[in-house]
């Protein structure tokens, strides 16, 4: 199955966006679900993740409070909003699925992945 993503774009400092990941398999309501991102010359870094019933969430230290992950398994889609949006929060963003790793923190434990979304913080 596929991972499907949409929502990025340029968002001045201190603004908001909200990214949406929609996958293609029925059984989508099994995976959990993550979102990483990765900016030029970095390594792949982990943002937030949620288990399949979405009664349970993962966050990195440097985005708690400000973005929130959630999913709708009847659309099954899975969802990051993220507010008060940093400069060095510019990155292509990942939508990632797994059926085995509850709410896992690593890229390895993530076996499907979306095309990336580009998020540009600038004014």
């Known amino acids: 199955g596929q991972l499907v993503q949409s929502g990025g774009g340029l968002v001045q400092p201190g603004g908001s966006l909200r990214l949406s990941c929609v996958a293609s398999?029925?059984?989508?309501?099994?995976?959990?679900m993550a979102w990483f991102r990765q900016a030029p010359g970095k390594e792949r870094e982990f943002v937030a993740a949620?288990?399949?019933?979405?009664?349970?969430?993962r966050y990195a230290d440097s985005v708690k409070g400000r973005f929130t992950i959630s999913r709708d398994n009847v659309k099954n889609t899975v969802y990051l909003q993220m507010n008060s949006l940093e400069p060095e929060e510019t990155a292509v963003y990942f939508c990632?699925?797994?059926?085995?790793?509850?709410?896992?923190?690593?890229?390895?434990?993530?076996?499907?992945w979306g095309q990336g979304t580009q998020v540009t913080v600038s004014s």
């Open positions: 990632s699925a797994d059926r085995w790793h509850e709410v896992g923190s690593e890229s390895e434990e993530y076996t499907k």
């Open positions: 398999e029925r059984t989508f309501y099994m995976y959990n």
């Open positions: 949620i288990i399949w019933s979405g009664g349970l969430t």
